[in-house]
């Protein structure tokens, strides 16, 4: 059955700044109004316990329809803004491709980390990464490239939205078909078991495979953050007694703030596919990005601990490691209640066997200069698109990418604070980071191009 609207090809007026609709998305939570506890929490750990085969099934169709619609509206946005001021020059052409390619690889992402959830997921999980960002003339990058090269697609935005929505289509309709097949010959209720090789209901399966996702992804950033944080803000070496510039810590400020919103929004799509997933996300948000105002400390949650750190310091990596571990632990009790699993004491996150969702042939240095890898050197694993960025990277693929993201996690229920301008204490000297509304641009680093994304407010403080 064909799900795909193409009500999206009628012609809209432009916009400048990306505020694609993730309404489709809120559907998936099924959700209940009701006060958030601890109570609640666990009433819905219980009722998922239940679900089927062929609940997850219509979850995983509905998650793919959202996502569908979700890139269509990202392009006619972006088409709509290409052509704002009249025929766009070669120049603006490529940085519209990249960043409509960032986000497809946001998508891939989200939709890969879905699929990663179910039982014998590994071609599921090939099909999807090939379809959107493969070599074949038939991947939506083959599509997108192929649309960019015709002169007619080149002459309005309503023909530019069209051919690429078109191609948009055709591929996540053969997605379908792919997750068709996939729920169609593998026996999920059979293939869930724990790590003993004991059955298993498949929900619990489901659960423990995005509690282990979130503690990956979390432990990768936390494995990255010291050598990224190092290299960005002391490209001369960290004794050479001179203090970080603004636009240094505001490089590495973004970064941070974008990485932990890839985590959210993979986070958010995962939990999307299970019913009541705004309770927990209403929970975990201020254990990750806090309530406060200020940049003086008073902000409490991951983010604020990690803005704090001294930077330069002796204990810099031990200080690391407390804050993420201190951060995982607190995030930890309510995420596992909701997904049913059993409470950890003191937990920490690993340090070593980090995984990537996407296959090698998307995290090697030749996919756009190996930001799936954090542009990790080679053998070695990295971050999503937090790294130094080599020569040659166009910052418009990251723009794509992380305002994609964003735009998810506030369907989601994650939303960054404000902590504009103030005056603060500890390593970033309260940076602050608030929400902009239109095109911002921040330097020559990854998702330092940021539309409808994550703003920097600058502020003063002691970096050591």
């Not at 679900?51 to 890139?71: D, E, F, Y």
């Not at 070669?90 to 986000?103: L, R, S, Y």
């Not at 003993?196 to 979130?214: D, K, R, Y």
């Amino acid at each position: 059955m064909i799900f795909f609207s193409d009500k999206n090809k009628a012609k809209k007026k432009p916009r400048h700044a990306f505020r694609p609709t993730l309404a489709d998305y809120a559907r998936l939570e099924d959700r209940v109004v009701m006060s958030v506890t601890a109570a609640n929490i666990a009433a819905a750990a219980t009722s998922q316990s239940a679900m089927t085969a062929a609940q997850v099934r219509a979850a995983s169709a509905r998650a793919l329809q959202a996502a569908t619609r979700n890139i269509r509206n990202f392009v006619n946005a972006q088409s709509a803004a290409l052509f704002a001021n009249g025929t766009p020059t070669a120049d603006q052409i490529n940085n519209f491709k990249a960043q409509v390619a960032g986000a497809i690889n946001s998508t891939a992402f989200t939709l890969s980390s879905q699929a990663a959830l179910l039982p014998n997921s590994a071609r599921s999980v090939a099909a999807i990464q090939n379809a959107l960002l493969g070599s074949g003339r038939t991947s939506l990058l083959s599509r997108l490239d192929t649309a960019l090269q015709n002169n007619r697609n080149l002459s309005s935005a309503t023909r530019l939205q069209n051919a690429i929505g078109s191609g948009i289509t055709n591929t996540l309709l053969g997605v379908r078909s792919a997750q068709n097949n996939f729920f169609n010959t593998t026996p999920l209720n059979r293939l869930s078991v724990d790590s003993s090789g004991n059955p298993i209901p498949l929900q619990q399966f489901i659960s423990g495979q995005i509690a282990n996702q979130f503690t990956n992804s979390l432990g990768a950033l936390a494995n990255a953050f010291p050598t990224v944080a190092n290299a960005t803000l002391f490209p001369n070496g960290p004794n050479n007694g001179v203090n970080p510039s603004s636009d240094l810590i505001q490089a590495f400020n973004a970064q941070t703030t974008n990485a932990l919103g890839t985590i959210t929004a993979q986070l958010g799509s995962n939990l999307a596919l299970l019913p009541n997933s705004g309770l927990v996300a209403s929970q975990l948000n201020p254990l990750l990005f806090g309530t406060g105002t200020t940049g003086t400390g008073a902000n409490t949650g991951l983010l604020n601990s990690l803005a704090n750190l001294q930077f330069g310091g002796t204990t810099f990596n031990n200080d690391v490691t407390t804050a993420f571990n201190n951060g995982f632990s607190s995030l930890s009790t309510p995420l596992n209640s909701f997904l049913g699993l059993q409470a950890q004491q003191n937990a920490t996150l690993p340090t070593t066997g980090f995984t990537n969702v996407f296959g090698p042939n998307f995290t090697s240095s030749t996919f756009n200069n190996g930001f799936n890898n954090g542009f990790a050197s080679s053998g070695n694993t990295g971050f999503l698109g937090f790294g130094t960025a080599p020569t040659g990277f166009n910052t418009a693929f990251a723009s794509g990418f992380n305002g994609l993201n964003s735009s998810l996690n506030s369907s989601f229920g994650f939303n960054f604070p404000t902590l504009g301008g103030t005056t603060g204490t500890g390593g970033l000297g309260g940076v602050g980071i608030g929400t902009s509304t239109g095109n911002l641009t921040g330097g020559n680093f990854p998702g330092g191009t940021v539309t409808g994304g994550t703003g920097i407010g600058t502020g003063t403080g002691n970096f050591f």
